[in-house]
């Protein structure tokens, strides 16, 4: 690279987003309103194979049923919060409660063992950016969580891990799943909308090859001349400037439907044959991301109650020119691959609904369990954190997956829970990190509703 793309590069840095994994949420900032007294339903379980392989899909242990059942969440320990952190060591890390006095059940923290099994890989491979651990930290819990009886599940975690807050320990998750969208592989009547696959002229730079100062940071863009400027923004790429650029893996029969399946990442695209073509993130544009259910709710668009995922579709199909419009407001492009698998997260490994979640990384290893304490119940309890998300920034924000049909859409699309988060980390790092601890009151935690716990 020349020295004027090295300059062009690091001024980048600071105007563009580094982007891994799956994208982003739908994050309106408001909660939709809570059903008292409904009763979530059990989610028919998936089969379960040999944790690690490509296809694995893990029954989650948690109930829902897309209507929402509202819980008292813990209170978080009171911290002095450090607004110049960057990471979790910056943050700061208090105790949490003891995992035995947590709601889980045996059910839950079993799919939640699986999970973490398949993420124990990673979790030891890879440099933690939280700052809290090293990859040796994971080995005991790693290799104890191989050999788990049967109802041993509760038990195992208890036994090598300790619950710690972030931060305040301030939660907020929204949700994320599968969609299924009409497409065709060919464009014909109908099916009109490019489902890109990366463009040829998209690079990507790591500029901490570059900079000591810049390690960590990375950007997109395109050379022009002799210089990296930035990629395409999506006004650009919806009138056709990647054309000849980017391969078209399918055409989407509507524009809102293809603009949410690169919020969500993933997806099943039905062909017109019936057969289904399964899609995931592979890359983005670069540019930042902006929700426009939030721009649309301060320009009053959205009437109460229809700021949820559905409200916000039903808006943009029923006013295609503005939606259109809105749409492109949002510069975040993202381009896809096609899979042989279900959803695969930021780990590389298989996503499963009710069990996986997005995280910054800067705050939890990718790859560690975290419970949440939220004011809904389907939200609430064991969490891996095995993906990330463009708009999933900052300690104790989550973004939940809820896997694919009808139940994950209605879950996902309204998910916006408050509470308060404990990331769960192996036993013995609160005394290597914070050598004067600081012990709360237990008191402090109170009790969570939801589950109760089990001996």
Not at 207 to 222: H, T
Not at 296 to 322: C, D, F, N, Y
Request: charged residues 15%; positive net charge; hydrophobic residues 40%.
């Amino acid at each position: 690279m020349t020295g004027n793309r090295v300059i062009a590069s690091i001024a980048l840095a600071l105007a563009l987003s580094a982007c891994g994994g799956r994208v982003v949420p739908l994050d309106t900032g408001a909660a939709p309103p809570r059903q008292p007294g409904r009763q979530p339903v059990s989610q028919p379980s998936r089969p379960t194979t040999r944790p690690g392989s490509p296809g694995q899909q893990i029954a989650s242990g948690r109930s829902f049923d897309g209507r929402i059942q509202g819980a008292t969440p813990l209170l978080a320990a009171p911290v002095v919060a450090n607004p110049g952190a960057t990471t979790a060591a910056t943050a700061g890390i208090v105790p949490g409660p003891s995992l035995a006095t947590l709601p889980i059940t045996e059910a839950q923290a079993e799919a939640a063992r699986q999970a973490f099994l398949t993420s124990c890989p990673g979790l030891m491979r890879r440099t933690d950016a939280s700052g809290l651990t090293r990859g040796t930290d994971w080995q005991p819990a790693c290799a104890a969580a191989a050999g788990v009886p049967r109802g041993g599940a509760r038990a195992f975690f208890a036994s090598y891990f300790e619950a710690v807050q972030v931060g305040d320990g301030k939660a907020f998750a929204t949700g994320y799943y599968e969609p299924e969208i009409a497409a065709s592989r060919e464009r014909r009547a109908g099916y009109t909308v490019p489902i890109y696959a990366r463009p040829n002229d998209l690079i990507d730079v790591d500029l901490g090859k570059f900079s000591d100062a810049l390690k960590g940071k990375k950007i997109r863009g395109r050379v022009q001349g002799s210089n990296l400027v930035p990629y395409y923004d999506r006004a650009a790429i919806d009138t056709g400037v990647l054309d000849g650029k980017a391969p078209v893996l399918a055409w989407g029969a509507d524009e809102a439907s293809v603009f949410f399946l690169q919020i969500q990442g993933s997806g099943r695209l039905r062909l017109p044959n019936g057969e289904i073509m399964r899609v995931g993130y592979d890359t983005q544009n670069g540019r930042d991301y902006t929700g426009i259910g939030a721009l649309m709710k301060a320009r009053g668009l959205l009437q109460p109650g229809q700021t949820s995922m559905q409200g916000i579709v039903a808006w943009l199909r029923a006013h295609p020119e503005e939606g259109r419009a809105i749409m492109a407001e949002n510069k975040s492009f993202v381009f896809f691959r096609e899979l042989d698998t279900p959803p695969v997260g930021a780990m590389g490994y298989v996503v499963n609904g009710g069990i996986s979640a997005a995280a910054d990384v800067k705050y939890v290893p990718l790859g560690a369990p975290v419970f949440l304490s939220m004011d809904r119940q389907d939200a609430s309890g064991l969490w891996v954190a095995q993906d990330t998300g463009g708009a999933i920034k900052g300690a104790n924000r989550f973004d939940t997956f809820w896997g694919a049909g009808a139940v994950a859409e209605a879950t996902a699309g309204g998910m916006a829970a408050r509470g308060t988060a404990f990331l769960l980390l192996p036993v013995g790092t609160l005394a290597r990190t914070q050598p004067q601890r600081y012990t709360p009151d237990p008191s402090i935690y109170g009790t969570a509703a939801g589950a109760p716990a089990q001996p």
